[in-house]
């Protein structure tokens, strides 16, 4: 028979949560995540988190409502498949090199219209063409008005645009600077994103690639659909309402398109991915954004009897919020009249505004290096068709 015994007053030592501290310190890794204004941020998570803790982290950090279009790129991934956190998969299995950690927080769906947009915080990627205009629309924003008392020859000369940027470049922004007279932050802010919706490249993610003959091409994801490129010119363009299926096998990724009134059977495109994981990755960024931009909510998981004992192909699906349904949540959420007190002037120097296309640095990763900074169907395996094609 036991006895009950009273512990004594007096001084105690607690074991057992002095251990569990111990072990949660251990589990603890650190992320530190480079921002949009080039800041570096550190986080604390636990290895047993999963990466959906992490962005929220981030998300509040940056008091951010419309966090849909936005994820988490694994910066510490230096093969030729660039990768996004999965909000859905323990951060121990996707941050394999010792703490800390280093991610970039990027834009993953660019929006199709800047007007859907209820917040100021969006990046973008930039060529040459039109980056002047865009230059001087990010210097109205930080800068307001142009003034010639305040705004002297040269009062651009400290920003770094644009990498090894052309004779007179700083003079084109002030010219374009001088015409945005009476445009506030957010109005400059909104003439960038329009401007800039109408670039080949708004909102392409690319992945390196090889055609039939071995010769490098660049296959890019968009709302719209899929494009493919060959020696720096766009050689291809698939809508989604023409596609059926896509899939993977290895490292060959396939394109399933819509037979044509003329044609007898569907076509098969192949592409050459460099590995495995790039094959993957290619295929989980269609998956996302065809879901993401077509679809009113995600297609929930197939739930049956057999999926308990084996699987066919890959049970990834995109689940976070539909555009549609992150466009509602942000008139419904959003604090329209929100101050952003962080607006300040860009460091001189310290960040780039706008950065040209360098075809030869993207060709093995994704079209997200330079960018302009404003704080404002799946199946796994391939289908079998006989009318086969290797692109």
């Known amino acids: 028979m036991s006895a009950r015994f009273r512990l004594p007053a007096g001084r105690s030592y607690n074991v057992r949560a002095t251990e569990l501290e111990r072990d949660r310190q251990h589990t603890q890794v650190v992320c530190n995540v ?10 604390k998570v636990s290895k047993s988190d999963h990466g959906q803790v992490l962005l929220d982290a981030v998300f509040k950090h940056l008091e951010l409502t419309e966090r849909d279009y936005f994820g988490l790129h694994l910066a510490d991934d230096l093969s030729d498949a660039p990768r996004w956190l999965d909000p859905n998969k323990p951060i121990r299995k996707q941050l394999k090199r010792g703490s800390p950690h280093n991610l970039s927080f990027r834009v993953k769906f660019f929006v199709t219209d800047p007007s859907k947009l209820q917040e100021e915080y969006t990046r973008l990627p930039c060529p040459h063409n039109t980056a002047a205009l865009l230059a001087s629309y990010a210097v109205q924003s930080e800068l307001g008005d142009y003034s010639e008392t305040e705004h002297s020859s040269g009062y651009l000369s400290d920003y770094c645009f644009i990498p090894n940027p052309p004779q007179d470049f700083h003079k084109e922004v002030a010219k374009h600077h001088q015409q945005h007279s009476g445009l506030s932050p957010a109005q400059s802010e909104f003439n960038y994103l329009n401007t800039a919706r109408s670039l080949e490249l708004y909102g392409v993610e690319l992945h390196y690639a090889r055609d039939q003959s071995n010769t490098e091409i660049l296959i890019g994801v968009m709302s719209a659909g899929i494009v493919v490129y060959k020696n720096r010119v766009r050689i291809n363009y698939f809508p989604w309402l023409k596609i059926v299926k896509i899939s993977f096998k290895c ?3 396939f394109i399933q398109l819509r037979k044509e009134v003329t044609e007898t059977r569907e076509t098969l495109l192949g592409f050459n991915m460099v590995n495995y994981r790039a094959c993957k990755n290619l295929w989980k960024a269609c998956v996302e954004h065809h879901t993401f931009f077509r679809l009113e909510r995600p297609v929930p998981p197939q739930k049956n009897f057999f999926s308990h004992y084996f699987t066919l192909g890959s049970k990834f699906r995109y689940c976070g919020r539909t555009e549609v ?11 329209k009249d929100r101050v952003f007190a962080s607006r300040s002037p860009s460091k001189p120097l310290a960040r780039k505004l706008v950065g040209g296309t360098d075809w030869e ?3 093995r990763n994704s079209l997200s290096d330079e960018r302009l900074e404003t704080q404002s169907l799946p199946t796994r395996s391939p289908p079998g068709t006989p009318n086969h094609k290797f692109n």
């Open 361 to 363: 640095s993207v060709s």
């Open 325 to 335: 349904q992150s466009v509602q949540y942000g008139k419904e959420k959003c604090i």
């Open 251 to 253: 490292k060959h990724f």
């Open 34 to 43: 480079l921002l949009l204004d080039n800041t570096v941020q550190g986080f």
